[in-house]
């Protein structure tokens, strides 16, 4: 499965940018996406998941009413709205698909597939 994010761009404090993750084909588990980010010097951490068949939709402290993400089953493609963007939020963005179901839903370890990146720069 190959992942392809994009979206990604350089935006003031408060505006707004939509990432999308295009996977090239559902896998026989396909159970959800994912996306985590990762700042400079920083490791990389949860962002938010949802789940392929019902939406179940999870979300890191930090992203948590701004950020939203959905998924368009027909395209195999998932979102990430991001509103009111903050300098905290500058990071380069992955998305990640998991097969199975796994409770540590925002560890790296429980996806198996994993995009490019695709920068994301806020500047206050």
């Known amino acids: 499965v190959q992942l392809q994010a994009s979206g990604g761009g350089s935006v003031q404090a408060g505006d707004s940018l939509r990432l999308s993750c295009a996977a090239s084909?559902?896998?026989?588990?396909?159970?959800?996406m994912g996306w985590f980010r990762q700042a400079p010097g920083k490791e990389r951490e949860f962002v938010a998941r949802?789940?392929?068949?019902?939406?179940?939709?999870k979300y890191s402290d930090s992203v948590k009413g701004r950020f939203t993400i959905s998924r368009d089953i027909a395209k195999i493609t998932v979102y990430l709205q991001m509103n009111d963007l903050r300098a905290e939020d500058t990071a380069v963005y992955y998305c990640a698909a998991a097969n199975y179901f796994d409770p540590d839903y925002d560890a790296e370890k429980s996806y198996d597939y994993w995009g490019q990146g695709t920068q994301v720069t806020v500047s206050s």
């Open positions: 949802i789940t392929w068949n019902l939406g179940n939709e």
């Open positions: 084909r559902r896998t026989s588990g396909s159970y959800s």
